[in-house]
């Protein structure tokens, strides 16, 4: 009978804060990991055992090596094997044997050589660590570390040096990048907590070390570099939970190839695309995403200063076109403006000279600091403003002495950050007194803007999931009829529609329904009708819908009432890896693709977070327009969009997509009139 399988928390902790390490495959040759693990691990001050186990060495640079790990003098925590992938088997168990409760497996060869044989040995890898009753880290990763501890095992450049102890853990997907993370931090005088390289996550995943932080009080900052996750519905149950426990979560995610999506059969499927559903669940979860390395650790830095400011930003320049520079660059990057409120507009208007004033803020309009002095504050009271930038140059002393004395005026009175971009740098000194007044100087004005819409995210948002009957769909692509059917059974309001075996059976639905009407034929497996030919619009007659039925040569077709011309919608639900069912709306019909402007949510998403977010794209834009003269649609086509995703949370994962496109919106509200459900595992 195996063992019982060790808990992941606690074979974390025995992993970050253990009381002895090893190195199997210890080697005198300064170029092996084998000897660049041992080293680091003494090296760095930690005050536990270090051993080597090798059959040959009997101690390296003064570490002592033993033939096996149950001949060490004291019980050893954690191991990292320094040994080719073919031999790491073996040693897993002989770690369990030992005691060990994890194993850091750094060899390459497993599944990321995306050959059967790589994927056959992570797979063995695996069993044998669960037989045993020990967890892994990796494989093909380099290593862990606690600054606190402090331990280093690993063997990235990061891992030779003492990091300053800090708040911010770094969990990676790469492990090479440690030393320019850990870089970063140092330079903004940040510190570091836990690192660790997730490698292929055959055993402890991203998610793991993600929840171990929550719990770990040195940890202010959780930084997640991905590539991809795991479980969309974890990570965000683990970022609420960390909101709750007080701890900043930022997220670099890297990849996000739309190769997989194009050759999906629904438009959903290719519209989502990979980085706007991790987008949407980031934004749902209250999570801050970075776009670049540098804004990544900047964000982390910030955060683990200044914690969460959700609001928008002042800033004021000292020129006209550096104040225009920041509102480009701010447009370009996402991070909002705060528009000035009517007391604060007034305030800083009764002390201008010449020009207008604005967000941002010209500070050359009011003649000096004679006059300006109030005016940082004025504008960092603003209660719209949550962070201000200062796009800011050297300046001797009887320049720039009025401007710091009104700037720390102004921030110490508001108690909000106040950070300072000098593209042209200052001098030590001047850097120095800023700093000294706690505001920080930044030399890139867009990896600032970065890392301030990271302190700007919005917390997390209602992801209630409504209360809906469990459905199993057949594990194939759903007819049109059966596709709106499921989908009318949820609520949505679909055109009428009848389906027809014979063009009698066609006539009497026509007859019925009343001309014009619309005739499909109905094909298994066809995704898009009209492609084909398989869709003809506006029969007036019955002649005119006889001649379309021998034209279509089918003999099962759909017999549908025509709705008064409108705007085409698309309402649609695709499963995307990581993340899980994402609901998506945007303009349709034969233009979705083609124009690609679509809102995104992961699931399950607010009616109110639904208007708010169409509201800001093209197609709310279109439905809020005073020109736009069936009102009411916008909502129509919120509830519509609810109830598709009933629909989908029902199927669960026996849907893959759903596309509702066209969706009609006009005099008739919001009408599906075509519809595709995907289903399987």
């Known amino acids: 009978m195996p063992p019982h399988p060790i808990p992941t928390q606690e074979a974390l902790h025995a992993l970050f804060h253990p009381g002895a390490v090893a190195v199997i495959g210890a080697s005198d040759d300064t170029t092996k990991h084998g000897y660049i693990v041992l080293t680091n691990a003494r090296d760095v001050g930690f005050p536990g055992g270090v051993y080597g186990v090798s059959r040959r060495l009997t101690a390296v640079d003064g570490i002592p090596c033993f033939p096996d790990l149950t001949e060490a003098p004291e019980p050893i925590d954690a191991a990292f094997l320094a040994i080719p992938a ?68 690993g063997f990235n450049t990061a891992h030779a040096k003492r990091q300053t102890p800090g ?38 995943s991203v998610l793991d070390y993600m929840e171990y932080a929550i719990g770990h009080a040195p940890t202010r900052v959780i930084a997640l570099l991905i590539d991809s996750l795991p479980d969309g519905a974890r990570f965000a149950a683990l ?52 776009r670049t390395l540098e804004g ?34 701010a447009a370009a990057l996402g991070v909002p403006l705060a528009p000035l409120r009517p007391e604060t507009h007034a305030a800083i208007d009764a002390r201008k000279m010449f020009s207008r004033i604005g967000n941002p803020l010209d500070m050359g309009i009011f003649g000096g600091m004679r006059r300006a002095g109030e ?22 002393p009887w320049q720039g002495d009025p401007y710091r004395a009104a700037l720390a005026k102004a921030q110490q009175a508001s108690g909000k950050p106040f950070l300072i971009v000098s593209p042209g740098g200052m001098p030590d000194a001047e850097r120095a007194t800023y700093a000294a007044l706690d505001m ?48 009318r059974d949820y609520g949505v309001p679909t055109v009428e529609t009848v389906e027809c075996g014979s063009l009698d059976q066609a006539r009497a639905a026509a007859d019925r329904i009343g001309y014009p009407v619309v005739l499909k034929g109905v094909q298994d497996g066809v ?13 007036a007659d019955q002649a005119g819908l006889d001649a379309a039925f021998a034209a279509m040569g089918c003999d099962r077709v759909i017999v549908q009432a025509m709705v008064p011309n409108g705007l085409e919608a698309i309402a649609g639900v695709t499963h995307a890896d990581g993340v899980g069912l994402v609901l998506l709306a945007g303009l349709g019909g034969i233009f979705a693709e083609a124009i ?48 598709v995703q009933d629909a989908a949370l029902a199927c669960g994962d026996s849907v893959r997509a759903i596309d509702v496109n066209p969706v009609i919106l006009g005099a008739s509200g919001a009408i599906a009139v075509d519809a595709l459900v995907v289903a399987g595992p």
């Open 86 to 153: 073919e031999a790491a088997i073996q040693a897993v168990k002989d770690c369990a044997r030992a005691g060990l409760k994890a194993a850091i497996v750094g060899s390459a060869g497993y599944a990321e050589s995306l050959d059967a044989g790589g994927t056959e040995r992570q797979n063995e890898l695996l069993q044998a660590a669960r037989e045993a009753g020990i967890r892994i880290v990796g494989p093909n990763c380099n290593g862990i570390y606690n600054a606190h501890h402090p331990v280093s095992i």
């Open 167 to 204: 708040g911010i853990s770094i969990f990676s997907h790469s492990g090479a990048l440690f030393d320019a993370m850990a870089g970063r931090l140092s330079m903004l005088g940040a510190g570091l907590s836990l690192f660790a390289s997730c490698g292929n996550e055959a055993d402890l």
């Open 239 to 290: 970022a609420h939970a960390a909101q709750a426990a007080g701890k900043q979560v930022v997220v670099l995610k890297i990849g996000g190839s739309q190769a997989g999506a194009a050759a999906a059969v629904a438009h959903s499927s290719r519209l989502a695309g990979d980085n706007a559903s991790y987008r949407a669940l980031f934004r749902a979860c209250g999570v801050a995403e970075a």
């Open 296 to 329: 990544f650790m900047t964000a982390a830095a910030l955060l683990d200063r200044y914690g969460r400011r959700p609001g928008m930003l002042g800033a004021l320049s000292t020129s006209g076109a550096g104040a225009s520079l920041i509102a480009d660059r």
């Open 375 to 396: 005016v940082p504050g004025f504008l960092m009271a603003d209660a719209d403003v949550a962070v201000t930038l200062g796009l800011l140059h050297s300046m001797n």
């Open 440 to 487: 920080p100087v930044f030399t890139g004005m867009d990896v600032l803007l970065e890392a301030i819409g990271a302190l700007l995210t919005p917390l997390a948002t209602d992801r209630t999931a409504p209360n809906v009957a469990h459905r199993t769909l057949p594990p194939r692509q759903l007819t049109e009829p059966e596709s709106l059917a499921l989908l």
């Open 527 to 539: 995704a898009h009708k009209s492609d084909l030919g398989l869709v003809h619009v506006g029969m």
């Open 596 to 643: 690609g402007d679509v809102t995104t949510w992961p699931m399950p998403v607010s009616r109110d977070t639904i208007l708010e977010d169409l509201s800001q794209g093209t197609l709310g834009r279109i439905l809020t327009s005073p020109r736009w003269k069936h009102p009411g649609a916008l909502e129509q086509f919120a509830d519509l969009l609810l109830a």
